[in-house]
């Protein structure tokens, strides 16, 4: 019997392997199938030196799994990552021109980081391995390890979304990073539309053609873009929810709103998510509903993110004015309308605060799949359900139809949404989530891993037939 490949996974953070309450979604799909398999985890420290890329490799192993990090530069960190990849790539991805800022000397370094990752990576693995690499920092990574030699099955899956190619074709280095990514053999992204997306980037400005079974060609490259809509452990998480840390949060956010009802949003504090059209939306809803004065308390989970970003500090200003300005409007002596936190949780105390919320607002601008949405219903209690708001923009409208679909940027309509998720009975919540429930048990973290590996097992053969 054949023994499978080594699966070398690639991202820019590395684990954890165990699940304790703090792995996110990457994690969780990827240590189960790296346990099984055996295999690399490649990435960076998180850690700066001197000798930064070139640096010697930090390694932890547990069992068959090999834990592999290096560390950069601060000019490495200042141009790869806070540069190029977050003020670049990250608001172009997520459909924010007026964000955008276009550098070449960051985009010279994340050119150098991904050159740099692919020689440390060389040394580790064979061209027997599967090779999967994750997300918009390491575009140019795979052809950076086919100029080195490697011959083996390269994959890449994008976990943030893909934007119309007018928009992706603004960036200056949009054609060679598409180019770029088709030394891999599957691209895998989270909707249809990011690959739809993708593949008319290949067209349009790439002058190739699109073939049946979702295989993409330009020139003599030809690659399959497929959709792979990623999921959490739904068992965990439900898991976590019952858990005495997680009733404990529970107890403490009704004891804290006394006989409000909770709606929650959790986020962290970055502008592809909504957050001030969330609150304006809850504004007009105590504007429009007067009687949901002191009987409705919002808490906002946002834990700090990129503070070192000019954009994300004028954005916490902006929320917390906001926040300011509703408090005040509306508090009285025994009422306080938002209370928001920018500290982290565990996930289990998020399962708990979840658990006892009656509506959970996910209204990104623009998101890959958002899995704050599924781990919501997956922490509910079957016998008083909460009610999910979602974002038409979020991945996950395309799984989670039985929510209440909002237009983020519609005020009134965000109200309404609340209103109707407010005053919904039991009966109506229970079906709702339980058709919800049925498609986040089924299409897990683990599965969403699994299906994307025996894709890239598959991938490399071009169907017959005239591109269309």
Same mark, same amino acid.
């Given at each position: 019997?054949?023994?499978?490949?080594?699966?070398?996974?690639?991202?820019?953070?590395?684990?954890?392997?165990?699940?304790?309450?703090?792995?996110?979604?990457?994690?969780?799909?990827?240590?189960?199938? =790296?346990?099984?398999?055996?295999?690399?985890?490649?990435?960076?420290?998180?850690?700066?030196?001197? %000798?930064?890329? +070139?640096?010697?490799?930090?390694?932890?192993?547990?069992?068959?799994?090999? =834990?592999?990090?290096?560390?950069?530069?601060?000019?490495?960190?200042?141009?790869?990552?806070?540069?190029?990849?977050?003020?670049? =790539?990250?608001?172009?991805?997520?459909?924010?021109?007026?964000?955008?800022?276009?550098?070449?000397?960051?985009?010279?370094?994340?050119?150098?980081?991904?050159?740099?990752?692919a020689r440390r990576l060389m040394e580790h693995i064979s061209d027997e391995d599967l090779v999967w690499v994750h997300d918009y920092h390491f575009f140019f990574l795979g052809d950076e390890l086919r100029k080195l030699g490697f011959r083996g099955r390269l994959g890449f899956f994008l976990h943030i979304p893909f934007s119309p190619p007018e928009m992706f074709a603004a960036l200056p280095a949009a054609n060679d990073m598409v180019h770029a990514m088709l030394a891999y053999d599957l691209v895998g992204f989270q909707t249809q539309n990011d690959r739809r997306n993708f593949a008319n980037f290949?067209?349009?400005?790439?002058?190739?053609?699109?073939?049946?079974?979702?295989?993409?060609?330009?020139?003599?490259?030809?690659?399959?873009?497929?959709?792979?809509?990623?999921?959490?452990?739904?068992?965990?998480?439900?898991?976590?929810?019952?858990?005495?840390?997680?009733?404990?949060?529970?107890?403490? =956010?009704?004891?804290?709103?006394?006989?409000?009802?909770?709606?929650?949003?959790?986020?962290?504090?970055?502008?592809?998510?909504?957050?001030?059209?969330?609150? +304006?939306?809850?504004?007009?809803?105590?504007?429009?509903?007067?009687?949901?004065?002191?009987?409705?308390?919002?808490?906002?989970?946002?834990?700090?993110?990129?503070?070192?970003?000019?954009?994300?500090?004028?954005?916490?200003?902006?929320?917390?004015?906001?926040?300011?300005?509703?408090?005040?409007?509306? #508090?009285?002596?025994?009422?306080?309308?938002v209370h928001i936190m920018t500290t982290g949780l565990s996930r289990r105390a998020l399962a708990g605060i979840y658990r006892a919320a009656r509506v959970c607002m996910v209204t990104p601008l623009r998101d890959g799949m958002n899995l704050v949405a599924k781990e919501f219903i997956a922490a509910q209690d079957e016998?008083?359900?909460?009610?999910?708001?979602?974002?038409?923009?979020?991945?996950?409208?395309?799984?989670? %139809?039985?929510?209440?679909?909002?237009?983020?940027? #519609?005020?009134?309509?965000?109200?309404?949404?609340?209103?109707? %998720?407010?005053?919904?009975?039991?009966?109506?919540?229970?079906?709702?989530?339980?058709?919800?429930?049925?498609?986040?048990?089924?299409? +897990?973290?683990?599965?969403?891993?699994?299906?994307?590996?025996?894709?890239?097992?598959?991938?490399?053969?071009?169907?017959?037939?005239?591109?269309?």
């Amino acid at each position: 019997m054949e023994r499978e490949s080594r699966l070398v996974v690639v991202s820019n953070r590395v684990g954890p392997l165990s699940d304790e309450g703090k792995a996110g979604g990457l994690a969780v799909g990827l240590a189960d199938a =790296l346990r099984r398999r055996g295999g690399l985890w490649f990435g960076w420290s998180g850690e700066t030196s001197e %000798a930064g890329t +070139t640096s010697e490799a930090k390694t932890e192993v547990e069992g068959d799994v090999s =834990l592999v990090t290096i560390d950069m530069t601060e000019p490495q960190v200042a141009g790869f990552y806070l540069g190029y990849a977050n003020r670049s =790539l990250w608001p172009l991805l997520h459909y924010r021109l007026d964000l955008v800022r276009f550098d070449r000397e960051s985009e010279r370094m994340y050119r150098d980081v991904n050159r740099e990752f692919a020689r440390r990576l060389m040394e580790h693995i064979s061209d027997e391995d599967l090779v999967w690499v994750h997300d918009y920092h390491f575009f140019f990574l795979g052809d950076e390890l086919r100029k080195l030699g490697f011959r083996g099955r390269l994959g890449f899956f994008l976990h943030i979304p893909f934007s119309p190619p007018e928009m992706f074709a603004a960036l200056p280095a949009a054609n060679d990073m598409v180019h770029a990514m088709l030394a891999y053999d599957l691209v895998g992204f989270q909707t249809q539309n990011d690959r739809r997306n993708f593949a008319n980037f290949c067209k349009h400005e790439l002058h190739g053609h699109k073939e049946p079974d979702d295989y993409v060609r330009v020139g003599d490259r030809h690659i399959q873009a497929k959709v792979f809509p990623i999921g959490i452990d739904a068992e965990s998480f439900a898991e976590f929810a019952a858990s005495d840390e997680a009733e404990e949060n529970a107890a403490m =956010l009704r004891n804290s709103i006394g006989g409000s009802l909770p709606i929650v949003g959790v986020d962290r504090l970055d502008y592809s998510k909504g957050i001030i059209e969330r609150f +304006t939306g809850f504004e007009r809803l105590l504007e429009d509903y007067p009687d949901r004065i002191g009987k409705v308390q919002f808490m906002q989970v946002a834990p700090l993110s990129r503070s070192e970003v000019e954009e994300y500090v004028d954005l916490r200003g902006e929320f917390e004015g906001l926040v300011g300005r509703i408090n005040g409007r509306f #508090a009285s002596l025994e009422w306080t309308p938002v209370h928001i936190m920018t500290t982290g949780l565990s996930r289990r105390a998020l399962a708990g605060i979840y658990r006892a919320a009656r509506v959970c607002m996910v209204t990104p601008l623009r998101d890959g799949m958002n899995l704050v949405a599924k781990e919501f219903i997956a922490a509910q209690d079957e016998a008083d359900p909460g009610v999910l708001i979602l974002s038409r923009f979020a991945g996950a409208r395309a799984e989670l %139809a039985e929510a209440l679909i909002v237009n983020p940027f #519609a005020t009134d309509d965000v109200a309404a949404a609340l209103e109707r %998720a407010l005053a919904m009975p039991l009966e109506e919540r229970q079906e709702r989530w339980r058709a919800m429930r049925d498609k986040v048990f089924a299409n +897990t973290a683990a599965v969403w891993c699994r299906n994307f590996i025996e894709a890239l097992e598959k991938s490399g053969s071009a169907p017959s037939g005239k591109g269309v």
